[in-house]
C-alpha cells in the first residue's frame, strides 16, 4: 500500500505548492452555476428592461456658445487676438463654472418664471407644504414664498443641465434636460442669453466701480498735488531760493562753477605774467620777446649800430674831443637812452600785467570763498526743499497716471466688444435623449452577467459541499481511488451496472483495480466502506465493489455491519430474518446466515435483526472471531458501514477491519463532516486506504477526470 500512496501524496503536495491560477479551474466553476449566471443575467436584463420601459422620456436641447479670451487694444481702433497660454485653462473652466452657477440659475428661473411652469407644479407644491409646515398655521409672505420655490428651482435646474466643452474649440455646449421638449429648448436658450448678459453686466458694473473710485482718488490726489505745490512754493519764498531746472543746480552753485572756472585762468595769466617779469626782471632786458619785436627799439638799435660803427672809423682819424666825435658820441648816448626808456616801458607793462593777474586772482579767490558759504548754506536748506519737491513730483505722477486711466475707461464705456457669442440655439428635440433602450439592455446585460458571475464564484465560495476528486483529495489529504459517476433520473445502480461498458461499471472496475495495489499483498483481506453521513452512496459502492471483487473468480463475503440502518438487503433483495445480529449475540451459526445471490459468486451476511445496543455487540470479541472465520472461507470480506458521525459502530469496525475506504458524495457531503470523520477513523487506529466520490457529475465538472458518460442518470445509496 505504502508503494502507491506515497506517488499519489507526493503529486497531492506538487499540487498543492503550485500557486498558478487555473483559469480551467474557474471555467469549472461557472460551467457548475451556468444557471445562475445565465439567470441572474436573464433576471437584471429584465429589471433593465422594466425599468427603461416605465421610465420617463428625456429631451435634451442644447445651445452651442463661442467663448473667447479678452481682446487687446490698440490705440482703441483695432483688436488682437492673444495667443494661447497657460492661463486660457483657468479662464475657460472659470467659465464653465459661471454657466453652473446659482446665480446664473436664478437668472433664469426669474425670466422664464418657471417656478409657474406645470412641468414644476408637483415640485413647487411640496415646497409649499413644507413651507406651510414650517409656519406653522400662519400665514406666509408671498416674498418667502417666492424665494423659497426660486430656491428649490434652483437645485432641480442645475440637476437638469450640462456643460459639454467640445475639444481643442473654444465652444461649448449648454445642455438642458426636461420632459417637455419645449421647455428643455427655452431653458437651453434662457441659459446662454443669460450668460452674454451677465457677462456684459459683470464687464459694465466692474467698469462703473472702477470709474466712481477713480473719481474720489484724482479728486484726493488733486487736492493732495495743490497742497505740496503750495508748501513747495511758501517754502521757497521764504528761504528765497530761486529754481532754475529740476535738473539744474542753483545760481550760486552756477556762480560758484563760473568763479572756479575764471580762477583756474586768473591763475594760468598770473603764472605766465609772473614768469614775464621773472625774466624781466633781470638782465638789460634786451632778450625779452616783447622787446625783441619792438620795432622801435630795433631801430634804434640799428641807428645806434650805425653810429657806433661811423665813430669807430672816424676814432682812427680824430680824437674824442673833436666836435664832430662828440656830436657822434651824444647821438650814441641818445640812442642808449632812448633803448633804455622804450625797455624800461616794456619791464613796466610786464610788472603791470603781473599785478593785475595777481590783483584778478585774489578777488577771485575773495568771491569764491564767499559765495562757498553761501552754497553750503543754500544746500542746508534745499534738503526740506528737495523733499518737498519730490513730493511734489511724486503727487503729480500718481494724478496724471489715474488720470489717463480714467480718460481710457471713460472713452471704453467699461463695456467694450462682448467676447460671448451664441453659434447655435436650441431647438425643441424630436427624439428623447433617454431612456437609451439599447445602451441600457446592454448595460444591464453586462452588469447582470457580471453579477451572475460574481454570485458563482461567491456561491462556489460558501458552498461546504465536496465537488470533484481534487476537492475530496484535498480536504481528506488521502488519495481518491475513484469518481462514481450521477445517474440519470430514473436510472438504478442495477440497471447501469447490468450495461458493463457503462462509465457507471467502469467506474467501480477502476476502484477494484485501485483496491489490488493498495496492500503490499493485493487486496485488502477485509475492507470497511463507511460515510461521513447517510446517503452518500456507501452501500451501492460495498455491493459492486464486492460483486467486481468477486468477477475475478475470488471468494467474497458481503456483509451488512450496519444495525441501525441496514440496507444491504434492499439492493440485494435477500432475507434479513437472521444475519449479523444473530452471529454477534450468539445466537446462530455462520452457515445459517451466509446467502448466495443468484447467478453470482457472491455470498451475503444481511444486518439480522436491528439491536437495541449494536455498539455492544460491535465492541465484544464476536466481531473478531467472525472476521478469522470469514477470513478462513473467503478471500476478501467487504464490510458495509454505517456512518462515522454521531455513531461508534464505525470507529469500532474499522478497528477490527484491515483497510477502510471512505465515501463521499458529491455535491452533498460537507467538508468539515469528512475531516471529523477522518479525524475519528484516524484516532480509532483505523488504515484508510482512500476515498471514492460518488454522485460525480462529469457534465458539470467538465473534462479530465477519465469518463466518457452514457446517459445513465439517478442516484444511489
Do not use: C
Amino acid at each position: 500500500m505504502n508503494a502507491v500512496v506515497e506517488p499519489i501524496e507526493s503529486f497531492r503536495q506538487e499540487s498543492r505548492d503550485d500557486d498558478e491560477i487555473n483559469l480551467l479551474e474557474y471555467w469549472r466553476i461557472l460551467r457548475e452555476r451556468q444557471w445562475w449566471v445565465v439567470g441572474t443575467a436573464l433576471a437584471v436584463v429584465f429589471l433593465t428592461l422594466v425599468f427603461t420601459l416605465l421610465a420617463t422620456p428625456i429631451y435634451r436641447a442644447g445651445s452651442t456658445l463661442q467663448i473667447e479670451r479678452d481682446t487687446m487694444k490698440i490705440v482703441a481702433f483695432e483688436g488682437l487676438q492673444p495667443t494661447e497660454s497657460p492661463m486660457d485653462r483657468d479662464f475657460y473652466q472659470t467659465q464653465y463654472e459661471l454657466l453652473k452657477s446659482r446665480s446664473l440659475a436664478r437668472r433664469v428661473i426669474q425670466d422664464l418664471r418657471l417656478p409657474a411652469n406645470k412641468e414644476f407644479e408637483k415640485d413647487m407644491a411640496k415646497v409649499d407644504e413644507a413651507l406651510a409646515e414650517k409656519a406653522n398655521g400662519q400665514a406666509v409672505a408671498a416674498s418667502a414664498k417666492q424665494q423659497a420655490r426660486e430656491a428649490a428651482m434652483i437645485e432641480i435646474v442645475l440637476e437638469s443641465l450640462s456643460i459639454e466643452p467640445i475639444r481643442n474649440s473654444r465652444l461649448v455646449r449648454v445642455n438642458f434636460d426636461s420632459p417637455d421638449p419645449v421647455l428643455a429648448a427655452r431653458v437651453a436658450n434662457a441659459y446662454a442669453d443669460g450668460f452674454i448678459q451677465s457677462n456684459i453686466e459683470r464687464r459694465f458694473d466692474a467698469s462703473s466701480f472702477a470709474k466712481k473710485y477713480l473719481e474720489e482718488r484724482l479728486a484726493q490726489l488733486k487736492g493732495k498735488l495743490e497742497d505740496s505745490e503750495k508748501e513747495l512754493v511758501a517754502f521757497s519764498e521764504s528761504e528765497r531760493i530761486v529754481s532754475v531746472g529740476d535738473d539744474k543746480p542753483s545760481l550760486d552753485a552756477q556762480n560758484l562753477s563760473d568763479l572756479n572756472a575764471a580762477l583756474a585762468a586768473a591763475q594760468g595769466s598770473r603764472i605766465k605774467a609772473e614768469a614775464m617779469w621773472a625774466q624781466a626782471s633781470i638782465g638789460n632786458g634786451m632778450g625779452l620777446p616783447q622787446v625783441v619785436a619792438n620795432q622801435l627799439i630795433q631801430k634804434l638799435r640799428e641807428q645806434r649800430s650805425t653810429l657806433m660803427a661811423e665813430y669807430q672809423n672816424n676814432l682812427g682819424t680824430y680824437k674824442a674831443d673833436y666836435p664832430n666825435m662828440v656830436q657822434l658820441k651824444n647821438q650814441i648816448d641818445e640812442a642808449d637812452r632812448q633803448i633804455n626808456v622804450e625797455v624800461g616801458n616794456i619791464r613796466a607793462a610786464i610788472r603791470s600785467e603781473y599785478d593785475a593777474a595777481l590783483a584778478q586772482e585774489t578777488l577771485l579767490r575773495e568771491r569764491i570763498t564767499g559765495l562757498k558759504g553761501d552754497v553750503l548754506d543754500l544746500q542746508s536748506r534745499s534738503i526740506q526743499y528737495n523733499i518737498l519737491r519730490r513730493e511734489a513730483e511724486t503727487n503729480r505722477q500718481l494724478y496724471d497716471a489715474l488720470l489717463q486711466r480714467y480718460k481710457e475707461i471713460g472713452v471704453a464705456g467699461g463695456v467694450g466688444a462682448n467676447n460671448v457669442s451664441v453659434i447655435d440655439r436650441a431647438i425643441a428635440p424630436e427624439k428623447a435623449s433617454s431612456p437609451r433602450k439599447l445602451l441600457n439592455l446592454a448595460v444591464g446585460l453586462l452588469l447582470g452577467g457580471f453579477l451572475g458571475v460574481l454570485l458563482a464564484f461567491v456561491l462556489h465560495h460558501l458552498d461546504n459541499t465536496v465537488h470533484d476528486p481534487k476537492a475530496l483529495e484535498t480536504i481528506t489529504g488521502l488519495p481518491v481511488l475513484g469518481a462514481i459517476p450521477r445517474l440519470e433520473q430514473g436510472v438504478t445502480p442495477a440497471q447501469a451496472a447490468a450495461d458493463l461498458r457503462s462509465p457507471f461499471a467502469e467506474a467501480y472496475r477502476s476502484v477494484r483495480t485501485a483496491l489490488q495495489f493498495a496492500t503490499v499483498h493485493g487486496l485488502p483481506r477485509s475492507l470497511l466502506i463507511t460515510s461521513a453521513s447517510p446517503a452518500e452512496g456507501k452501500s451501492t459502492t460495498a455491493h459492486e465493489l464486492a460483486r467486481n471483487i468477486a468477477q475475478l473468480g475470488k471468494r467474497v463475503v458481503l456483509v451488512d455491519a450496519d444495525l441501525r440502518n441496514p440496507s444491504v438487503h434492499k439492493v440485494t433483495g435477500l432475507s434479513t430474518a437472521r444475519g449479523l445480529s444473530n452471529l454477534l449475540a450468539g445466537a446462530g451459526e455462520l452457515a445459517d446466515v451466509l446467502q448466495q445471490l443468484p447467478n453470482e459468486k457472491l455470498s451475503v451476511i444481511t444486518a439480522g435483526p436491528l439491536p437495541p445496543n449494536p455498539p455492544e455487540l460491535l465492541a465484544g470479541d464476536g466481531l473478531a472471531k467472525l472476521l478469522a472465520q470469514l477470513h478462513e472461507q473467503f478471500d476478501m470480506v467487504v464490510l458495509d458501514g454505517p456512518p462515522v458521525l454521531g455513531l461508534a459502530d464505525a470507529p469500532l469496525l474499522a478497528n477490527q477491519a484491515e483497510a477502510t475506504m471512505l465515501v463521499a458524495a458529491a455535491e452533498d457531503t460537507r467538508n468539515d463532516a469528512l475531516r471529523v470523520a477522518l479525524e475519528r477513523l484516524r484516532a480509532a487506529r483505523a488504515r484508510v486506504l482512500g476515498a471514492v466520490l460518488t454522485r460525480f457529475d462529469h457534465k458539470r465538472k467538465g473534462e479530465g477526470y477519465g469518463y466518457t458518460y452514457y446517459a445513465y442518470g439517478g442516484s444511489a445509496d
